[in-house]
C-alpha cells in the first residue's frame, strides 16, 4: 500500500523559513522524480518544484526560485522542499506527488503572515 505523508508546515511570519518533509512508503521512492505542488482555495493546483530520480536535476516555478529549495534522501524514502523569505501569497497546502503516478498525500498547510 502507498502511503505518502508531508509535514513541516505550520504558522510563519512574512520572511521566515519552513522545511517540509514527505515520505513515501510502499514505492519505488528512487525511481520516480518528486514534484512538490500547492493549492489554495478556488485555484488549481500549481507545481512549484520538481527533484528529478537523479538529484541533480531541480526545476523551480518562477514564483519561488531563489527563495525555495528541493532535494531527497532516497535512503530515507524522503524529499523535503526548504523555504525562505516566506511571504503571505505563499500561504497553501503543499503536497507531495511522485511522478508519474496517481499517488498523492493529504498534504500540509502552510500559512504565512503579513
Known amino acids: 500500500q502507498v502511503q505518502i505523508v508531508e509535514s513541516g508546515g505550520g504558522l510563519v511570519q512574512a520572511g521566515g523559513s519552513l522545511t517540509l518533509s514527505c515520505v513515501v512508503s510502499?514505492?519505488?521512492?528512487?525511481?520516480?522524480?518528486m514534484a512538490w505542488y500547492r493549492q489554495t482555495p478556488g485555484k488549481e493546483r500549481e507545481e512549484i518544484a520538481t527533484?528529478?530520480?537523479?538529484?541533480?536535476?531541480?526545476t523551480y516555478d518562477e514564483s519561488v526560485k531563489g527563495r525555495f529549495t528541493g532535494s531527497r534522501d532516497n535512503a530515507k524514502n524522503t524529499a523535503y522542499l526548504h523555504m525562505t523569505n516566506l511571504q503571505p501569497e505563499d500561504t497553501a497546502v503543499y503536497l507531495c506527488?511522485?511522478?508519474?503516478?496517481?499517488?498523492w498525500g493529504q498534504g500540509t498547510q502552510v500559512t504565512v503572515s503579513a
Open positions: 506527488h511522485p511522478r508519474p503516478s496517481n499517488y
Open positions: 510502499g514505492f519505488p521512492f528512487s525511481d520516480f522524480a
Open positions: 527533484i528529478g530520480a537523479i538529484r541533480d536535476l531541480i
